[in-house]
């Protein structure tokens, strides 16, 4: 029996809501968008006329709405929770865009409502769905890389000084809730805790050093100790002009890999009786080829979000998927608050200049 369409409404026209737009009108066998809504309403009004539904000002015109399913969450990340848990406790189950929230208590709440009302809830992490992540990720919890020694997340992008006077939110505490970081940053951190595990503690520094009337980083570097004894970097920055590549890297004793640019660089597991010499290959036999040999090409979002990556309509699939088996989501709130909670002991170790426990590392 074929399942019935979920309908969708978007909440937030700015430069993601179009991103949900095209993703939920590219399920077509699956969704269907029905409404948006935006505070500013020049920009209801164009998504809406794009797609030829209508457009309101405010999240209560659309649960007002008994023939809206899913809210997607797209305002600014210091009202997600506020947002989605308006969604929720009007019966709606929510796609929140990154971050989750900006604040750990803003989180729990959101968590709390979503397990009161029963509603289902993503958050999106949309790189979990590239071809490389899922199998850098396969590979690292099936021990194919041995004993996991170091996990580094490293994002070298460049935003302008007129991104951010393009909005009043951008580079605040408030609304932004940090910077690089917490902005540009989050999807290479998620990907790094899926693949390494938990940090338990974070040594950092912060600075803003390419642009100006901004209250939050431009750039950061951060030492992490992870849970299981495993050590790593983060580094991020919005001042690498022009602007280059996301890369993750993840070692272990019996191998190694890097994804640069959503994409499987290199790829090496010791095959069984395999004996390295005293000073190893020096990245010599890639396997990355046999592993992902047709991995699909695709538009990555990469350093400019203007480019649609369709792993967001890989994502909103799952979690139609999700709701119609009354299953949890690959992107649970749980597992976005895992990258909330490392970015800010990040800053309160740049603030302190200690090292600084993660909340929640094991959770």
């Not at 009161?116 to 958050?123: I, L, S, W």
């Not at 996990?151 to 939110?169: E, F, I, M, P, T």
Request: with cysteine; glycine share 10%; aromatic share 6%.
């Amino acid at each position: 029996m074929r399942k019935s369409k979920l309908s969708f409404g978007i909440l937030g026209c700015g430069v993601i809501g179009p991103h949900h737009a095209a993703a939920i009108t590219a399920l077509s066998d699956e969704a269907h968008l029905v409404a948006v809504a935006d505070s500013e309403p020049e920009r209801a009004q164009q998504l809406a006329q794009q797609y030829g539904v209508p457009a309101y000002q405010s999240m209560q015109d659309l649960v007002a709405r008994d023939d809206i399913d899913v809210i997607s969450i797209c305002t600014p990340s210091g009202m997600h929770a506020e947002h989605a848990v308006a969604a929720m406790e009007a019966g709606k189950h929510v796609v929140v865009e990154k971050p989750v929230d900006i604040t750990l208590p803003a989180v729990d709440k959101l968590i709390a409502v979503q397990r009161e009302t029963g509603r289902k809830a993503t958050v999106i992490s949309q790189h979990r769905f590239d071809p490389a992540s899922q199998v850098v990720h396969e590979a690292a919890h099936d021990g194919r890389f041995g004993r996991l020694t170091m996990g580094n997340a490293l994002v070298r992008w460049w935003r302008s000084q007129a991104y951010y006077d393009s909005g009043a939110w951008r580079g605040t505490w408030a609304m932004d809730g940090g910077g690089v970081l917490m902005n540009q940053s989050i999807h290479s951190v998620d990907l790094l805790l899926w693949m390494m595990g938990p940090v338990a503690e974070v040594s950092a520094y912060t600075g803003l050093l390419a642009h100006e009337r901004l209250e939050v980083e431009d750039t950061a570097v951060a030492v992490l100790q992870f849970a299981s004894g495993a050590l790593g970097i983060i580094e991020g920055t919005t001042a690498a002009y022009p602007g280059l590549s996301a890369r993750l890297e993840i070692s272990g004793d019996r191998g190694s890999a890097t994804i640069d640019d959503d994409r499987l660089a290199y790829f090496h597991s010791a095959a069984d009786g395999e004996q390295a010499d005293s000073y190893g290959s020096r990245g010599e036999g890639n396997q990355a080829d046999l592993v992902l040999p047709s991995e699909e090409a695709h538009t990555s979002a990469g350093s400019n979000p203007g480019n649609l990556s369709t792993r967001h309509r890989e994502q909103i699939s799952d979690f139609i998927e999700a709701i119609h088996q009354e299953r949890e989501p690959l992107v649970t709130l749980e597992e976005g608050r895992k990258a909330v909670a490392v970015i800010l002991a990040i800053y309160e170790s740049a603030r302190t200049g200690r090292p600084t426990p993660v909340e929640g590392a094991r959770v």
